[in-house]
């Protein structure tokens, strides 16, 4: 058997003591300065034999074996034709933005939500509630009287006609009527306005580009619209693909394999929203053309972009988007019945009908 360090590593020091994170499997383990030494030079594949000579601290063959699979579990070693190191393999063959970006991005990944009622949240809410006591916020905005030598006063937009009636009406809506649906074509344009794809142009060298209805960083379009259907008026249930160029929705799963709200960090209004739009990125789109890690930055911008069009769309046909980024990555996956390295859903929308006592519109 052969054994080599894993690709996916991050190394921190916290109070003095060096930890190794694997944050494709979600493991962190605790190293001695001789475990250290020992992966940091197994670049390339070592047989048993050295693994064990190298472990001159351990008295005994048994510590030395407890040592060795302790660094395997935990992800820092993997053994050559495992599955373990078959996807190690792969996501340093695919992921172009290095080791920086790829902990942010697989830390966040495995990110745990707490539900509301849990005593994690409790505490939460006490720990701001302490926090506005003791050590007030920031000011959420700031102005320019007294601050700056010249200044030039404006009055704002009418709010009651065009554009600016739709974007002054956004509200972010907790409280859905779960008995109201949307129509097919409402749900369809929503999508449209944020994925749309409205022409190709030709860019030399690179030829056809997508023109969208949203900005999208050297036009890479790395988002993909995939919509969990609950009350849509004529059209079942189940995830569907909406496709940017055909205008269409494809069933991609009819089973309910979780609720919105168990992908969604677990928040129970969720559930009573009439869909919920999830934006996929396809991070290889953009890596093609910006392998520098600023790419990772364009793409996370642009699902705003694209959740911005959306929620304003449903604004105009008299409904409400929800965003959150509390997705629990695992569940989602699951859902749509796939699991790649360089595909993450990173934001969702929640959509429906406000309910009559929602404080939000108040």
Not at 329 to 355: D, P, Q, W
Request: some cysteine; hydrophobic content about 40%; charged content about 25%.
């Amino acid at each position: 058997m052969k054994f080599r360090r894993a690709r996916s590593l991050f190394f921190t020091i916290q109070k003095g003591e060096i930890y190794v994170q694997n944050f494709l499997q979600n493991k962190t383990i605790k190293v001695s300065l001789e475990e250290l030494s020992l992966i940091t030079g197994m670049d390339e594949w070592v047989g048993e034999e050295f693994l064990l000579h190298n472990f001159i601290e351990s008295a005994t063959a048994d510590d030395r074996y407890d040592r060795l699979t302790k660094l395997i579990i935990c992800g820092v070693i993997v053994t050559e034709d495992s599955k373990e190191e078959q996807e190690d393999a792969e996501y340093k063959k695919r992921w172009e933005w290095g080791e920086k970006v790829g902990a942010f991005h697989f830390t966040l990944k495995h990110t745990h939500f707490y539900p509301v009622q849990s005593e994690k949240m409790k505490a939460l809410y006490e720990h701001i509630t302490y926090k506005t006591e003791h050590d007030p916020s920031p000011e959420l905005y700031a102005v320019n009287k007294n601050h700056y030598s010249q200044v030039y006063e404006y009055t704002p937009p009418a709010d009651d006609e065009g554009i600016f009636k739709t974007i002054t009406r956004r509200r972010t809506v907790r409280l859905f009527d779960e008995h109201q649906p949307v129509t097919q074509q409402q749900l369809v344009n929503c999508l449209y306005a944020g994925v749309g794809i409205i022409k190709f142009r030709e860019v030399p060298p690179m030829g056809k580009m997508p023109l969208k209805t949203t900005p999208s960083g050297g036009a890479r379009n790395p988002f993909e619209a995939y919509v969990l259907c609950r009350n849509v008026d004529g059209l079942p249930n189940g995830l569907y693909h909406y496709s940017a160029t055909e205008h269409s929705l494809g069933l991609v799963n009819s089973g309910q394999v979780h609720t919105p709200a168990a992908i969604l960090g677990d928040q129970l209004w969720i559930n009573e929203a009439a869909v919920v739009v999830f934006l996929v990125a396809n991070f290889e789109r953009t890596m093609w053309k910006y392998s520098h890690p600023v790419g990772y930055k364009a793409v996370m911008l642009e699902a705003g972009h694209i959740a911005q069009n959306m929620i304003l769309a449903a604004n105009e046909y008299g409904f409400y988007g929800s965003p959150t980024a509390a997705v629990i990555s695992t569940r989602f996956e699951e859902l749509m019945e796939e699991k790649n390295f360089t595909k993450a859903c990173v934001y969702a929308i929640a959509m429906g009908h406000a309910h009559a006592e929602a404080v939000e519109l108040q």
